[in-house]
């Protein structure tokens, strides 16, 4: 299983990027998919997750900024990130709950995606 990352970048204050994240391989169900960041010095944190049924739930810094939505048939979750900080910089990873055989869940992360916002 892999989960590939894209849509990072570097953008102004106040501008928006959009992140994708799609997962390949054996996969026989996907539950939680979500979205993590580090920043330099800091610990890994959650920015956002949603459920196999849709429900979503956000860190307090980014709610009414970004949206998380998947795509099931896609095996796909996506990031819609407006209104960027400068202190939303940091490397993202996308998470995913996969089962492959079974109902037996295992986490798999992506390998990173630098978003750097400028002041």
């Known amino acids: 299983v892999q989960l590939v990352e894209s849509g990072g970048g570097l953008v102004q204050a106040g501008g928006s990027l959009r992140l994708s994240c799609a997962a390949s391989?054996?996969?026989?169900?996907?539950?939680?998919m979500g979205w993590y960041r580090q920043a330099p010095g800091k610990q890994r944190e959650l920015v956002a997750a949603?459920?196999?049924?849709?429900?979503?739930n956000y860190a307090d810094n980014v709610k009414g900024r970004f949206t998380i939505s998947r795509d099931n048939a896609k095996n796909t979750v996506y990031l819609q990130m407006n209104s960027l900080k400068p202190e939303d910089t940091a490397v993202y990873y996308c998470n995913a709950a996969i089962a492959t055989y079974s109902i037996s869940y295992t986490d798999y992360w992506g390998q990173g995606t630098q978003v750097t916002v400028s002041s």
């Open positions: 949603v459920t196999s049924g849709g429900s979503t």
């Open positions: 391989g054996r996969i026989f169900s996907i539950n939680t």
